[in-house]
Every structure is written in C-alpha cells, then in structure tokens.
C-alpha cells in the first residue's frame, strides 16, 4: 500500500472507531472487528506504518561539549 492508501483507511478507522460502529467498508471490503480493542489495534499499527513511511531518514543530533582545561 502507499502512504496515500493509508492515510485513507487510517481516516475510515477512525470515523468508525468515533461513530461506534465495528464495521469498516473500503475497496470493496467489509471487515467486521469484534471489539473496540481490535479496532484500535488496527489504528495502532496503520499509524506506525504511517509513522515509518513518513519518517524514512531521520537525523540524529547529539550535543557535545569539550570544556578546555
């Protein structure tokens, strides 16, 4: 999936998590979870792969300091 196709059924997770629906259609597909916790597990994990396709190169910055004797 792209980021695009994520960002999207990352959007339809959640308008069903706060709609209070356990049913989700998308592509053609209806997937049914069977609990809040399964469903907000799904959110969890689309956005970490959100999180990891965004963030591709990430720059490290540590501070160091010499104090002359």
């Known amino acids: 999936m792209t980021l695009d196709e994520f960002k999207i059924h990352h959007g339809v997770l ?3 998590r706060y ?9 053609g597909k209806t997937v049914t979870y069977g609990s809040d916790t399964e469903l907000a597990a799904a959110i969890g994990d689309i956005e970490r792969r ?5 963030n591709t190169s990430r720059r490290i910055l540590r501070p160091f300091a010499v104090k002359d004797l």
């Open 50 to 54: 959100i999180a990891a396709l965004e």
């Open 19 to 27: 709609s209070g629906t356990r049913s989700v259609s998308y592509d």
């Open 14 to 16: 959640l308008a069903a």
